[in-house]
C-alpha cells in the first residue's frame, strides 16, 4: 500500500537542502533521538513485535525520544522513511530492523549523513566492504531453533515435523536445519517437511501451507515468517504441535505449544543507546546468542516429556557454556554435497554460518 | 496420524484449498456482480473486505459470539456501500476514481481501529464436518466446510434464479443495461443502485469476516493481500454470471493450493513459478474463452468501462 504521509512528501523535496542545513554533531548529546523502522505492524506476535518491545524499553531511558515507523516495505520507501527521520526529527541512532532494508538502501543513504549511525538487524556488514557508520547485530537464534527441535523430536509420532519458512536467506535456512538437526538428536530417523512461502507476511497461504504440512503428516510445526500468529493457530487446529519462533506465542494454544526461540532486544537497545549517549563507539558487527542474553526460550509447555525435558535441559546447559556447534560433521546436504567433514564443525558465531545456502540432509525442500 | 498418500496429496489439498481459500472470493464476487449488474462499479470491496473482517473480528471478540461478528461485518459493508451509491448519484462522480477512495479509506480505517485487535484472540466460526464417510484424515480436514461456504453456494444460485425470474432482479438488469429504458417503465434507477451497491458491500463485508473470523482465522493488516481487487476483477472473467463466480472462485481457491501442495509432494523447485498459478489459469481462460467479436457478452450496456 502507497503511503503518503507528510514525511514521505516532504522528505523527497527538503532532503536534499536540509542534509546541508542541519549541524553534523558527533553521536554523544544530551538528548538522543533513535528511530526504530518494522517492515510490518508492531504487535504482529512475531519478528516485529520483539523489536518494538527493544523499542519500548530504550524509550524508558532517560534523556532518549524514540520515532517509530511502522509498514514500511524494503523499498525506497524505507529510503525516505530513513531521510525524513534524519532531517526533520534529528535521529541520530537508526535501527531499520528488516533484512531487506540493507542492500541497497541502507547503503545508499549512509554515507551521505556520516554523523548518523545506522544499526542493521541481520545484515551482512564486512569492514572492507561497507560503511564505517553502518553496523549490523543479530542473534544466533539457530539455537534456539535447535532446542525447538529436541522438543520437537521426542513429540514426533510420525517422525515427521514440518517448518513454513517465508525466503531462503541464510538465517532462514540455519533455523530449518537447526530444528532438524535437534530433533536428530532424539532420532536420526525423523525428517523435517519445508514449504517456502515467499514473502515475509502472507496470512492465506502461510495457513495453506501449514494444512499442506500437516496433510503430509507432519505433526510438530514451526516457522520463520514475520508473525507466526497464523501458523500457530492453524497447526494447532489440525491438532499438531507448536513450536514457537521470534516471541512467545504459548497464549495462542497453550496445550499444543511446546517451546519457543524468542528475541531478546531489550538489553542489546538499551545497551547499544547507552553507548552512543555516553560518546562511545558502537562496534560495527553485533553478535550474542542464548548465554549472552540476545535470545531466550519460551517455558516449556505442558505437552513437552520428562525425557524431553531432561535431554533439553542438558543441551541449554552446553549452549549456555559456549562452544557449542549445531551443525558438524559428518554432513551432508540434501543434495547429497558434504557439507562438514568427520570431525569438522561450525561454532554457532562461525561466520561462514551467516552465508548459508544449503538445506541439511533429512530436510524435504529445495532453496530455489 | 495420516497416511501418506503420495500424489493424491496434491488434488485433495486442491479441493481442500478451493473450499478454504474461495469463501471470500466468492462473496465480494456476487457482491460486485449485483452491483455491476445494476450499472455501477464498486472497486472499492477491497477496503470493504479488509474493513469487514477488522469489524468482524473485533466485534465478535467484544461479544464473544463470532455470528455477531459476522452481522457486524455485513452491516459495516452495507455501510460503505451505501455511502459508495449515494455519492456516485451525484452528477459527473466516477463510479471508478470514487472506488479507489473507498478502497483506500476503508483499508485505512480498518488499521486504525483494528490496532488493538491483532493480540486478542476472538472465537472462530464453527465448521461442518463433510468428511464423515472418509477414513482419511487429509480428506476429513479438506471437507471441514464452513457454513458460510454453503450459504455462498445457495446464494450464487439463487442470485442466478433471481435476475433471472424475480420481478426485482429483472429491474435491476434493467436499469444496468439502460438508464433511459429504467425511467421509461417507471423504475427508479438511482434507488435500484444504491441498494444494490449497499446489498454488494454487504456481502464483501462477510467476505471479510470469513477471513479472520474462519480461514486464516486472525485480523491482521496484512490478512486480505489483494484478495477483493482479485474478486472484482473475477467477476469480468465469470460474464456477470452468478454460478460463474462461484466456478471462478473455486478454481482460484484451488489453483491457490497448488504451491504448497506441490512442495510437500516433491516437486520443491520454482515455487515461485507455481504461486503464480492462480492469475496465469486466469490469464489463460481469459484468452480462451474470449473472441474479439464476443469480448463483452454479458456485460451490463451502463457499466461506465463498457460504455
Given at each position: 500500500?502507497?503511503?503518503i504521509?507528510?514525511?514521505?512528501?516532504?522528505a523527497?523535496?527538503?532532503?536534499?537542502?536540509?542534509?546541508s542545513?542541519?549541524?553534523?554533531?558527533?553521536?554523544?548529546?544530551?538528548e538522543?533521538?533513535v528511530?526504530?523502522?518494522?517492515?510490518g505492524?508492531?504487535?504482529?506476535?512475531?519478528y516485529?513485535?520483539a523489536?518494538?518491545?527493544g523499542?519500548?524499553?530504550v524509550?524508558?531511558?532517560?534523556g532518549?525520544?524514540?520515532v517509530?515507523?511502522?509498514?514500511?516495505?524494503?523499498?525506497?520507501?524505507?529510503?525516505?522513511s530513513?531521510?525524513?527521520?534524519i532531517?526533520?526529527?534529528?535521529v541520530k541512532l537508526?535501527?531499520?530492523?528488516?533484512?531487506?532494508?540493507?542492500?541497497p538502501?541502507?547503503?545508499?543513504?549512509?554515507?551521505?549523513?556520516?554523523?548518523?549511525?545506522?544499526?542493521?538487524?541481520?545484515?551482512?556488514?564486512?569492514?572492507?566492504?561497507h560503511?564505517?557508520?553502518?553496523?549490523s547485530y543479530f542473534?544466533y537464534?539457530?539455537?534456539?531453533?535447535?532446542?525447538?527441535?529436541?522438543?520437537?523430536?521426542?513429540?514426533?509420532?510420525?517422525?515427521?515435523?514440518?517448518?513454513?519458512?517465508a525466503k531462503?536467506?541464510p538465517q532462514v535456512?540455519?533455523?530449518i536445519?537447526?530444528?532438524?538437526?535437534g530433533?536428530?538428536?532424539?532420532?536420526?530417523?525423523?525428517?523435517?517437511?519445508?514449504?517456502?512461502t515467499?514473502?515475509w507476511?502472507?496470512?492465506?497461504k502461510?495457513?495453506?501451507?501449514?494444512n499442506?504440512?500437516a496433510?503430509?503428516?507432519?505433526?510438530?510445526i514451526?516457522?520463520?515468517?514475520?508473525?507466526?500468529?497464523?501458523?500457530?493457530?492453524?497447526?494447532?487446529?489440525?491438532?499438531?504441535?507448536?513450536?514457537g519462533?521470534?516471541?512467545n506465542q504459548?497464549p495462542l494454544?497453550?496445550?499444543?505449544?511446546?517451546?519457543?526461540a524468542?528475541?531478546?532486544w531489550?538489553?542489546?537497545?538499551?545497551?547499544?543507546v547507552k553507548?552512543a549517549?555516553e560518546g562511545g563507539?558502537?562496534?560495527?558487527?553485533?553478535?550474542?546468542?542464548?548465554?549472552?542474553g540476545f535470545?531466550?526460550?519460551?517455558?516449556?509447555?505442558?505437552a513437552?516429556?520428562?525425557a524431553?525435558?531432561?535431554?533439553?535441559?542438558?543441551?541449554k546447559?552446553?549452549?549456555?557454556?559456549?562452544?557449542?556447534?549445531?551443525?558438524?560433521?559428518p554432513?551432508?546436504?540434501?543434495a547429497g554435497?558434504?557439507?562438514?567433514?568427520?570431525?569438522?564443525s561450525?561454532v554457532?558465531?562461525?561466520i561462514?554460518?551467516?552465508?548459508?545456502?544449503?538445506?541439511?540432509?533429512?530436510?524435504?525442500?529445495?532453496?530455489s | 496420524?495420516?497416511?501418506?498418500?503420495?500424489?493424491?496429496?496434491?488434488?485433495?489439498?486442491?479441493?481442500?484449498?478451493?473450499?478454504?481459500?474461495?469463501?471470500?472470493?466468492?462473496f465480494?464476487?456476487?457482491?460486485?456482480?449485483?452491483?455491476?449488474?445494476?450499472?455501477?462499479?464498486?472497486?472499492?470491496?477491497?477496503g470493504?473486505?479488509?474493513?469487514?473482517a477488522m469489524?468482524?473480528y473485533?466485534?465478535a471478540?467484544?461479544?464473544?459470539?463470532?455470528?455477531?461478528?459476522?452481522?457486524?461485518?455485513?452491516i459495516?459493508?452495507a455501510v460503505?456501500?451505501l455511502?459508495?451509491?449515494?455519492?456516485?448519484?451525484?452528477?459527473?462522480?466516477?463510479d471508478?476514481a470514487?472506488?479507489?477512495?473507498?478502497?483506500l479509506?476503508?483499508?485505512?480505517l480498518?488499521?486504525?481501529?483494528?490496532k488493538?485487535y491483532?493480540?486478542?484472540?476472538?472465537?472462530?466460526?464453527p465448521?461442518i464436518?463433510?468428511?464423515?464417510?472418509?477414513?482419511i484424515?487429509?480428506?476429513?480436514?479438506?471437507?471441514?466446510?464452513?457454513?458460510l461456504?454453503?450459504?455462498?453456494?445457495v446464494?450464487?444460485?439463487?442470485?442466478?434464479?433471481f435476475?433471472?425470474?424475480?420481478?426485482?432482479?429483472?429491474?435491476?438488469?434493467?436499469?444496468?443495461?439502460?438508464?433511459?429504458a429504467a425511467?421509461?417503465?417507471?423504475?427508479?434507477?438511482d434507488?435500484?443502485?444504491?441498494?444494490?451497491?449497499?446489498a454488494g458491500?454487504?456481502?464483501a463485508?462477510?467476505?471479510g469476516?470469513?477471513l479472520?473470523?474462519?480461514?486464516?482465522?486472525?485480523?491482521?493488516?496484512?490478512i486480505?493481500?489483494?484478495?477483493?481487487l482479485?474478486?472484482?476483477?473475477l467477476?469480468?472473467?465469470?460474464?456477470?454470471?452468478?454460478v460463474?463466480?462461484?466456478?471462478a472462485?473455486?478454481l482460484?481457491?484451488a489453483?491457490?493450493?497448488?504451491?504448497p501442495?506441490l512442495?510437500?509432494?516433491?516437486?520443491?523447485?520454482?515455487?515461485?513459478l507455481?504461486f503464480?498459478?492462480?492469475?496465469?489459469?486466469?490469464l489463460?481462460?481469459l484468452?480462451?474463452?474470449?473472441?474479439?467479436?464476443?469480448?463483452?457478452?454479458?456485460?451490463?450496456?451502463?457499466?461506465?468501462?463498457?460504455?
Amino acid at each position: 500500500m502507497t503511503r503518503i504521509s507528510r514525511r514521505t512528501l516532504l522528505a523527497s523535496t527538503g532532503a536534499v537542502a536540509a542534509t546541508s542545513l542541519l549541524p553534523q554533531t558527533a553521536l554523544a548529546a544530551d538528548e538522543l533521538t533513535v528511530g526504530f523502522i518494522y517492515v510490518g505492524p508492531k504487535d504482529d506476535f512475531g519478528y516485529n513485535q520483539a523489536h518494538a518491545e527493544g523499542a519500548a524499553a530504550v524509550k524508558a531511558m532517560d534523556g532518549v525520544k524514540v520515532v517509530e515507523e511502522e509498514n514500511v516495505p524494503e523499498t525506497v520507501d524505507v529510503q525516505s522513511s530513513m531521510e525524513s527521520m534524519i532531517n526533520f526529527d534529528g535521529v541520530k541512532l537508526l535501527f531499520p530492523t528488516s533484512f531487506g532494508y540493507f542492500d541497497p538502501h541502507i547503503l545508499d543513504i549512509a554515507p551521505k549523513h556520516e554523523g548518523v549511525r545506522f544499526q542493521h538487524a541481520a545484515g551482512l556488514w564486512s569492514a572492507d566492504k561497507h560503511p564505517t557508520n553502518v553496523g549490523s547485530y543479530f542473534g544466533y537464534i539457530g539455537m534456539g531453533q535447535y532446542l525447538n527441535g529436541i522438543t520437537a523430536g521426542h513429540a514426533t509420532k510420525t517422525k515427521k515435523i514440518g517448518f513454513v519458512a517465508a525466503k531462503p536467506i541464510p538465517q532462514v535456512l540455519l533455523n530449518i536445519n537447526s530444528f532438524l538437526l535437534g530433533a536428530r538428536q532424539v532420532d536420526p530417523e525423523i525428517t523435517c517437511q519445508v514449504i517456502f512461502t515467499g514473502e515475509w507476511s502472507l496470512a492465506v497461504k502461510e495457513a495453506e501451507a501449514t494444512n499442506a504440512l500437516a496433510d503430509q503428516g507432519c505433526d510438530v510445526i514451526t516457522c520463520h515468517v514475520d508473525g507466526p500468529k497464523v501458523v500457530m493457530e492453524t497447526a494447532a487446529a489440525r491438532d499438531a504441535l507448536i513450536c514457537g519462533y521470534h516471541a512467545n506465542q504459548s497464549p495462542l494454544a497453550p496445550e499444543k505449544y511446546l517451546t519457543g526461540a524468542e528475541w531478546n532486544w531489550a538489553g542489546v537497545y538499551t545497551g547499544m543507546v547507552k553507548t552512543a549517549m555516553e560518546g562511545g563507539t558502537i562496534d560495527n558487527f553485533v553478535r550474542g546468542g542464548l548465554a549472552d542474553g540476545f535470545i531466550k526460550m519460551s517455558p516449556l509447555g505442558p505437552a513437552v516429556s520428562d525425557a524431553a525435558r531432561k535431554q533439553y535441559d542438558a543441551t541449554k546447559a552446553k549452549i549456555m557454556a559456549g562452544g557449542f556447534a549445531a551443525i558438524k560433521g559428518p554432513l551432508k546436504d540434501n543434495a547429497g554435497n558434504v557439507i562438514a567433514a568427520a570431525g569438522q564443525s561450525f561454532v554457532e558465531d562461525d561466520i561462514a554460518l551467516e552465508s548459508m545456502d544449503y538445506l541439511v540432509e533429512g530436510v524435504i525442500g529445495s532453496t530455489s | 496420524m495420516s497416511e501418506d498418500l503420495g500424489l493424491w496429496a496434491v488434488p485433495i489439498a486442491m479441493l481442500g484449498g478451493a473450499i478454504r481459500v474461495s469463501t471470500p472470493f466468492l462473496f465480494v464476487s456476487l457482491g460486485e456482480c449485483l452491483t455491476e449488474r445494476s450499472g455501477r462499479i464498486n472497486l472499492g470491496l477491497e477496503g470493504t473486505l479488509v474493513f469487514g473482517a477488522m469489524a468482524g473480528y473485533a466485534i465478535a471478540f467484544e461479544t464473544g459470539s463470532p455470528w455477531v461478528g459476522v452481522l457486524a461485518a455485513a452491516i459495516a459493508g452495507a455501510v460503505f456501500g451505501l455511502f459508495h451509491g449515494w455519492i456516485c448519484r451525484f452528477r459527473g462522480v466516477n463510479d471508478i476514481a470514487m472506488g479507489i477512495a473507498l478502497m483506500l479509506l476503508g483499508i485505512g480505517l480498518a488499521f486504525f481501529f483494528g490496532k488493538s485487535y491483532v493480540q486478542p484472540i476472538a472465537p472462530d466460526l464453527p465448521a461442518i464436518p463433510f468428511g464423515w464417510w472418509s477414513d482419511i484424515p487429509q480428506v476429513q480436514a479438506a471437507l471441514q466446510i464452513n457454513a458460510l461456504f454453503v450459504v455462498g453456494v445457495v446464494l450464487a444460485f439463487a442470485m442466478a434464479w433471481f435476475f433471472k425470474n424475480a420481478a426485482l432482479g429483472l429491474r435491476i438488469r434493467v436499469v444496468g443495461d439502460s438508464t433511459e429504458a429504467a425511467r421509461a417503465i417507471g423504475v427508479n434507477p438511482d434507488g435500484i443502485r444504491l441498494w444494490s451497491t449497499a446489498a454488494g458491500g454487504a456481502l464483501a463485508g462477510i467476505g471479510g469476516a470469513y477471513l479472520s473470523l474462519y480461514y486464516p482465522g486472525s485480523w491482521n493488516e496484512g490478512i486480505s493481500s489483494g484478495q477483493g481487487l482479485m474478486a472484482v476483477a473475477l467477476v469480468i472473467f465469470a460474464r456477470w454470471n452468478p454460478v460463474m463466480c462461484l466456478a471462478a472462485a473455486l478454481l482460484f481457491g484451488a489453483a491457490g493450493a497448488i504451491g504448497p501442495a506441490l512442495q510437500t509432494v516433491g516437486v520443491t523447485s520454482g515455487y515461485y513459478l507455481f504461486f503464480a498459478a492462480p492469475y496465469v489459469l486466469t490469464l489463460a481462460l481469459l484468452i480462451l474463452t474470449s473472441t474479439p467479436g464476443k469480448a463483452q457478452e454479458g456485460a451490463p450496456g451502463e457499466l461506465s468501462i463498457t460504455k
